[in-house]
């Protein structure tokens, strides 16, 4: 059964920092990974795919890495804003799409 | 733009009705996917399904059915409401490949009373 752990749960950092958000998964015969965020009250947002057969994957001020042998995938922020204040969810795309239990940032101006 | 949509983003129903959770997607994708949502558990995969007629069930199906008869459109049932399933609803699909990214709808926030 894949089980999916992110770490840290909450993290509260001053604007201007860089983050990394960690996401592990037991089952790595994965498609891809991807992260996701999610404003409170509002439905998910996608923000990196990652292929199963990539290493990294940039957008903008993200950049999400991943390590299928062993189990790992790392959201690097660059430059926090406080609208990065959000959940922060991963999803390794296996055969049942088990989600991570979150990490919630929040970013102080 | 994939778009999946969600029967209704608010539901107030009595203790032991039957409800109906409709989600349907206008992309042709194979997969579709009910999740709840509560504060402090994440998201929990309910059921879900790669094909017509076929569904999985994922990691707390108990008290819940799903039906899916077209392609299009993947619905969970609660045979008898409880309060103990008051929750965010959301529903997602995907196509089966690689690069497929999972796209989902705006949840249905359900009340038990």
């Known amino acids: 059964k894949q089980e999916v752990t992110q770490i840290p749960a909450a993290l509260s950092v001053p604007e201007g920092e860089n983050l990394v958000l960690n996401c592990s998964f037991t089952?790595?015969?994965?498609?891809?990974l991807q992260w996701f965020r999610q404003d409170p009250g509002k439905g998910l947002t996608s923000l990196l795919l990652?292929?199963?057969?990539?290493r990294e994957q940039t957008s903008g001020r993200l950049n999400a890495s991943l390590d299928k042998s062993s189990g790992r995938s790392t959201l690097y922020i660059a430059a926090s804003q406080p609208g990065d204040s959000a959940t922060y969810l991963c999803?390794?795309?296996?055969?049942?799409?088990?989600f991570g239990t979150g990490t919630r940032l929040k970013v102080l101006a | 733009d994939v778009k999946v949509t969600q029967s209704s983003r608010y539901l107030v129903k009595r203790t032991g009705e039957k409800v109906f959770l409709e989600c349907v997607q206008d992309?042709?994708?194979?997969?579709m996917f009910w999740y709840r949502q509560d504060p402090g558990l994440g998201l929990r995969l309910i059921y879900f399904?790669?094909?017509?007629?076929?569904?999985e069930k994922g990691d707390i199906p108990e008290g819940y059915s799903v039906s899916r008869e077209k392609k299009e459109r993947f619905s969970l049932i609660l045979e008898s409401a409880s309060t103990n399933q008051t929750s965010m609803y959301l529903c997602?699909?995907?196509?089966?490949?690689?690069?497929?990214?999972?796209?989902f709808g705006p949840g249905t926030r359900l009340l038990v009373l």
């Open positions: 997602a699909s995907t196509r089966i490949g690689s690069q497929e990214t999972q796209y």
């Open positions: 089952d790595s015969a994965i498609y891809n």
């Open positions: 990652i292929q199963s057969s990539q």
């Open positions: 999803l390794p795309g296996t055969y049942k799409y088990i």
């Open positions: 992309m042709d994708h194979e997969n």
């Open positions: 399904s790669y094909d017509v007629k076929m569904k």
